[in-house]
């Protein structure tokens, strides 16, 4: 089993930027996709970025592409959502992700084998 924690989520207005984290702890692993979703209230949860281990290719959601930037840890296994330039539409609990049996990136949530419990990140115009 594997547990993930995230945090740095919070509050910013339009244009500033946020940090995200997350940690994986439990059992060991040496290959992985982790990856970040979001949900904002009444939608469903939506693929934000990933990235790929060994290797560290990063895939981003178009609606974010030039704004956020996914980077990882091996050693520590952890993983991070750098977020500039944001949207009140970037308001969403984002969650962190890790796929264990992949053979590609997936950009679906039925591709990923264990949640974070999500970290809430507001926009205010």
């Known amino acids: 089993q594997v547990q993930l924690e995230e945090s740095g989520g919070g509050l910013v207005q339009a244009g500033g930027s946020l940090r995200l984290s997350c940690a994986a702890s439990g059992r060991t692993f040496s290959s992985y996709v982790m990856g970040w979703f979001r949900q904002a209230p009444g939608k469903e949860r939506e693929f934000v970025a990933a990235i790929r281990w060994p290797g560290g290719s990063t895939y981003y959601a178009d609606s974010v592409k030039g704004r956020f930037a996914i980077s990882t840890n091996n050693a520590k296994k952890t993983v991070a959502l750098q977020m500039d330039s944001l949207k009140p539409e970037d308001a969403a609990v984002y969650y962190c992700?890790?796929?264990?049996?992949?053979?590609?990136?997936?950009?679906?949530?039925?591709?990923?084998?264990?949640w974070g419990q999500g970290t809430q990140a507001t926009v205010s115009s």
């Open positions: 992700a890790l796929d264990l049996n992949f053979k590609s990136v997936g950009t679906m949530t039925a591709e990923y084998e264990y």
